[in-house]
């Protein structure tokens, strides 16, 4: 799972008549925040309930940690042709949209290699040379088959199992600010964990103000304002272990199964937050040299690296 370096949104002030509510959750192993403009405090929290239960049902269904999840359920069905509820079957269709945008480096089937590495970040050991290749042999989003009439899936090798951690909070960003803007808060920025999916300016404003940090803990690289797009930033300052003297970021390479060892992080900005998280995975994958060009050959409206 990609856990995305921290993004900085600075507050805005309100004009007359306008308040500035916000509203905190925990979510997806991280905090999420509705940050919203309104006239009425108790509309905007029910408002804001509403997104934060939009966003539970998404975790419900595309979990990796949560057992029960029908996401995890599939690796118990591996070659079996499986009916997806809509929700489950419009996020994996973009998920396999993506990795055949990027050619692999954002991919939704990397979960063997996920699980493992996992465990080497607890135990600070390196998985075996037999182990790392059978968790490779699970993996690869060619096997992964959508029927996009039928809305049926199958995962054609033995031992896949599916990790979304790279599009998911983005994906729940983006349904947490459509039902803002359905209940009459426009003017809404959804924080997810360092995807910001953002709408309407704030009042007497041209944009939300962001600071887009820097690998260097509490350092912005400077502050643009935006409006009615989305920033993901992908990088390893927050998560990484270091195993024999080399440093391995929580994001995996798809060729080699293993943390990516080059210390860089990547801001996407992109129209929706589904797509600036999934291309800022993929952006770091590709590496420094390629990633902004690839990246807005991708989709993106803009791409910034620190290394």
């Not at 004009?15 to 925990?26: D, H, I, P, V, Y």
């Not at 996401?71 to 079996?80: C, F, I, M, P």
């Not at 999934?278 to 620190?306: D, F």
Request: net charge neutral; proline share 4%; hydrophobic share 45%.
């Amino acid at each position: 799972m990609k856990t995305l370096l921290s993004l900085l949104l600075l507050a805005c002030t309100a004009l007359a008549g306008e308040s500035r509510f916000t509203f905190e959750r925990g979510l997806m192993g991280t905090r999420f925040a509705v940050i919203c403009h309104g006239s009425d405090e108790a509309l905007a929290k029910a408002a804001a309930d509403a997104a934060f239960q939009r966003a539970e049902e998404i975790n419900a269904v595309a979990s990796d940690y949560l057992a029960g999840s029908e996401l995890l359920r599939l690796s118990e069905k591996t070659g079996q042709l499986v009916k997806l509820s809509p929700l489950l079957f419009d996020l994996l269709t973009k998920s396999q949209d993506f990795a055949r945008r990027t050619a692999g480096r954002f991919d939704p089937t990397l979960g063997p290699l996920t699980r493992l590495w996992r465990e080497t970040r607890r135990t600070g050991k390196l998985p075996s040379p037999e182990s790392l290749n059978a968790a490779k042999a699970a993996c690869g989003w060619t096997l992964l088959e959508l029927d996009r009439t039928a809305q049926t899936l199958t995962l054609k090798s033995p031992g896949m199992r599916l990790d979304l951690g790279g599009i998911a909070k983005g994906y729940a960003a983006d349904a947490m600010f459509e039902v803002m803007k359905s209940k009459g808060f426009p003017a809404t920025c959804i924080a997810a964990g360092g995807d910001l999916r953002l709408g309407d300016p704030p009042p007497g404003k041209t944009g939300w103000a962001v600071g887009i940090k820097t690998l260097e803990k509490d350092k912005t690289a400077g502050q643009v304002e935006l409006s009615n797009c989305a920033v993901s930033t992908s990088g390893d300052l927050q998560q990484a272990v270091e195993i024999d003297g080399v440093r391995y970021a929580h994001i995996l390479d798809p060729k080699t199964g293993l943390g990516l060892t080059k210390h860089l992080a990547v801001t996407v900005i992109a129209l929706d937050a589904t797509t600036s998280d999934a291309l800022a995975t993929a952006a770091c994958v590709a590496g420094p040299e390629q990633a902004a060009a690839l990246a807005k050959q991708w989709g993106a409206k803009e791409v910034r690296i620190a290394e």
